[in-house]
Structures are given as structure tokens and as C-alpha cells.
């Protein structure tokens, strides 16, 4: 069963953040192909929000783009094909090697969000230690099994998904206790405040995504009385 990742990258540490810069509002999206070919990652972009002409201006600037070329013109927007540098291939190909499938992206002049399918979830602890090795972030905002959908994740990071889910299996739920926060914190080798800060933070995003979506239905029902 796969995992789905949401993560977002820094523009500034990614791609076409120069682009950005020149042109403010301009938008990028990945246009997913039928086979990824590890040779050629993100290969193809849908851009918007600039005029043509200034946005391959634009592009021919870009630090981070060995070349480009049209692929198709709707007029408002444009599919490009993109040749990365060196840097930017590299950094997206440590994903591929950890067994992960770049399911979508989408780009601004601030931020990059990444969703990936992973395989293996002990490969995206390598995937963020390749980034921060790399010098880039990778801020882990959702984390969830494939089989649960969007919905299943309860807006999880990363870090409150290993703390909900150790203290689950420790029975720091169980009646009598079987473990305690102090021992849960050691074993994630955090302090004992990041840990109640976590599990707190998880815990409303688990309230917030159940009965907070019940308490709407409900509200939106029939009177029954």
C-alpha cells in the first residue's frame, strides 16, 4: 500500500523562483505523463499569469532552466517542456530513487507544493534528510495511506502523524497508562514540550477533520423533531 505525501519547498531553494520574481503572479503546474522517466524529471509545466513574450523572457534568465520549448498555446496559458540544470534534477531524482512517484506541483514566486506516492514509508525520512543534506526544505504538511484518501491524513505533519502514532502503539491511551509522555518524547528524541505540543496540535486536527465535519453535516440536515 502506497503513501501520500503533501510537502512544500522554499521557491527560493527550488525552481523558477527567478521567473517568479520578474513576473509576480505567475503560476506553474506539472503536467503529468503516463511514465515518469527518471532521466527526465518534471518535465513538462503549464504556466499562467504573464504575457508570452515576457514570460520566455523571463525563462531564458532563469538560473534554474537549461532550456525550455512550446509544447502547446491555449492563448492564456502555455505547456512547456523543461530541461533543468543540474541542481534541480538531482535534488527531484532522490525521490525517484526512494521509490516515490511525483503525483502533482505546483508553483509561486513563494512556495512549491509537492505531492508525492512513496512506497516505502521509512524512504520519505531519507527523502527529507537527502533535501536537508541539499540545503533545501521540506516541510511536510500532510502524510496518508493511499487507501484513506485526502481525508484519511486529518491534516497531519509529519511529526505530529510519528507522535499520535507512537503513543498509540506505547498505550499512552491505554487505561491504566502502559508509557509517558517523558518516555515517548526520549524515544522521538525530542523534549517533553515539542512532544505535549504535537500530540496537542494532532489531536485537534483529528477533532477538527471528525467531529468538526460531523457537527457541519449535521447542521446542514433536516430537523428530525
Not at 64 to 84: A, N
Not at 118 to 123: E, G, P, S
Not at 156 to 176: C, H
Not at 186 to 197: D, F, K, P, V, Y
Amino acid at each position: 500500500m502506497g503513501t501520500i505525501v503533501e510537502a512544500v519547498v522554499p521557491a527560493t531553494e527550488f525552481a523558477l523562483q527567478g521567473t517568479s520574481e520578474s513576473l509576480g503572479d505567475v503560476a506553474f503546474r506539472l503536467e503529468r505523463v503516463v511514465a515518469q522517466d527518471a532521466d527526465s524529471i518534471m518535465p513538462f509545466l503549464w504556466v499562467a499569469g504573464a504575457e508570452r513574450a515576457s514570460l520566455e523572457d523571463a525563462l531564458d534568465t532563469d538560473p534554474s532552466i537549461e532550456d525550455f520549448s512550446l509544447v502547446t498555446d491555449l492563448g492564456e496559458k502555455w505547456l512547456y517542456e523543461m530541461r533543468w540544470v543540474d541542481r534541480i534534477e538531482t535534488l527531484v531524482r532522490t525521490i525517484v530513487d526512494e521509490r516515490a512517484v511525483l503525483l502533482a506541483a505546483t508553483g509561486s514566486a513563494v512556495t512549491w507544493e509537492l505531492k508525492f506516492l512513496f512506497l516505502d514509508r521509512d524512504a520519505i525520512r531519507s527523502v527529507e534528510a537527502d533535501f536537508e543534506e541539499a540545503g533545501t526544505s521540506f516541510d511536510v504538511h500532510r502524510i496518508y495511506d493511499q487507501r484513506e484518501g485526502a481525508l484519511g491524513a486529518h491534516g497531519l505533519t509529519n511529526k505530529q502523524y510519528r507522535a499520535l502514532a507512537l503513543a498509540l502503539e506505547r498505550g499512552y491511551y491505554d487505561v491504566p497508562r502502559t508509557t509517558n509522555a517523558k518516555e515517548l518524547a526520549a524515544e522521538l528524541g525530542i523534549s517533553h514540550q515539542a512532544l505535549s505540543e504535537q500530540l496537542r496540535r494532532a489531536h485537534e486536527s483529528v477533532v477538527d477533520d471528525t467531529v468538526g465535519m460531523s457537527a457541519s453535516a449535521l447542521s446542514e440536515s433536516p430537523d428530525d423533531s
